[in-house]
Every structure is written in structure tokens, then in C-alpha cells.
């Protein structure tokens, strides 16, 4: 827990989409959520009520599984953990970043051939329209796309790094260093600070991100729950 008032990394998809990511929320009384097809990461307070579970449950519907990334509460009776991975939140501490040559930002036209970059690589979830979130910088070869990087979520002040993935057939040739630090150039050119989150057990990766000037601010989990076919009825 961070003593104090909560920092803004505590809660970043809360963060997120009552700041510069707000024109994607959507609202249902105290919870938010980015369109289904931009990103699965919603927002709960960071005390959530009974009543926040319920605009949760109305707004994904019965039987809906979603994501309750950096909530470290218990989940209302009735609701199953379907996923439960711990994870590392890094921030950046020192990066040398640079822009590279070989970069080129990637578009809504991009969007298939990124699709099938991740489906091939699984760095986490990137959506239709994913792509409207931030700044994404690709790596071709022979025309064809072979790594990535990105932004992602957008707490005031700070810009997720994610998707970051390379081609199997390219892979020991350090192209995911170099769009790790152009993105993060990019990111520090707006005056904001780059960080990123990983799987906890992720370590081969953590120790990259440590190398490249990344220091662990702090430890997370990434959940998901599913919400009850029948909800308990509400007295109004």
C-alpha cells in the first residue's frame, strides 16, 4: 500500500479515464470502462461499494468476464476469479532513450497486420482500435511487420509502455530495446514519464526493463472476475 493519499499509479485505468484518456469513458456511476473493442481495462473506485459492483455487473452484463487489474480487495459473493496473475508496475528511473531510424508509426491501416503480429507473439491484449490510445512505432522487414511498441493507458503525467513484441524470426537482435527507448522518447518529449507493467514471474523481462533504467515501483496483480448470471436484487 502507498502511504498517503493514492498516487495516480495506484489506480492508473482510474487515472487514466478521468484524465487525458477521458473522451473514451464509458460511465456507468462511479465505474469506467474504454469501448470493448480500444481496451478490456475498466476502472473501479478505489473502495469500490455494493453499489459500484452493481453498475460494474450492469454495465458489462451477466456472465461477463472482466478485468480488476491493480484491485486488491475481495470480489462480492456471487462473482468467480477466472484469472489471477501477480504482476510488477516499473517506472522509469534513468532511461537513455533516443529515437530510431528504423521506426515507422504504425495506423488505423496498420491495424490487421498488428493483429497478426500479436496473435503470433501474445504480448496481452491489443483490440481494433487499440491503436487510438497512444503512439505505436513499428519495425518492418522485407515490408512486413516484425516488432512493436506502444502506448497504452495515460495517467496524468505518465504513459504506459505495452505491446511491446518481435517476430520470432528476429528476435536476439535487440529491436524491442530500441522501440522500448523510442517510444520512451517520444513519451518524454510531452514532459511525461514512460512506465509499464509485467508479469511477476517475467523475469527474463524485468531484468531487461531494470537494465534500460526501469526501477519496480511496485508490485500488482492482474485479475479478471466473472460477473453472476443472476444478481442479487437491489432495495431501492
Known amino acids: 500500500m502507498t502511504a498517503g493519499a493514492p498516487h495516480v499509479l495506484d489506480n492508473p485505468a482510474l487515472a487514466s479515464l478521468t484524465g487525458p484518456h477521458a473522451h473514451f469513458a464509458e460511465k456507468r456511476g462511479r465505474v ?11 476502472a473501479l473506485p478505489d473502495e469500490p461499494d455494493d453499489g459500484d459492483w452493481a453498475d460494474l455487473a450492469a454495465l458489462a452484463g451477466p456472465g ?5 487489474t491493480a484491485y486488491a480487495g475481495q470480489v462480492p459473493e456471487g462473482w468467480e476469479i477466472t484469472f489471477h496473475v501477480e504482476g510488477v508496475q516499473l517506472v522509469d528511473d534513468g532511461l537513455t532513450t533516443a529515437p530510431d531510424p528504423e521506426a515507422v508509426r504504425l495506423g488505423p491501416a496498420d491495424v490487421p497486420e498488428i493483429l497478426d503480429l500479436i496473435e503470433r507473439t501474445r504480448p496481452g491484449p491489443f483490440l481494433p482500435r487499440t491503436i487510438e490510445m497512444g503512439t505505436y512505432l513499428g519495425i518492418r522487414r522485407g515490408g512486413a511487420l516484425v516488432a512493436m511498441a506502444g502506448e497504452r493507458l495515460h495517467p496524468p503525467g505518465w504513459t ?3 505491446a511491446v513484441c518481435t517476430d520470432a524470426g528476429v528476435r536476439g537482435q535487440g529491436l524491442a530495446t530500441r522501440l522500448i527507448l523510442a517510444v ?6 510531452r514532459g ?6 509485467t508479469g511477476a514471474k517475467n523475469t527474463g523481462a ?6 534500460l533504467g526501469f526501477r519496480l ?7 479478471a472476475a466473472r460477473v453472476p448470471e443472476r444478481l442479487p436484487e437491489t432495495v431501492s
Open 184 to 189: 520512451a522518447h517520444g513519451i518524454r518529449e
Open 206 to 211: 524485468i531484468r531487461l526493463y531494470e537494465s
Open 192 to 197: 511525461e514519464t514512460p512506465f509499464l507493467h
Open 32 to 42: 469506467l470502462r474504454y469501448p470493448v473493442d480500444v481496451s478490456p481495462w475498466l
Open 160 to 162: 504506459e509502455i505495452s
Open 64 to 68: 461477463a468476464e472482466v478485468p480488476l
Open 217 to 223: 515501483r511496485r508490485t500488482t496483480a492482474f485479475l
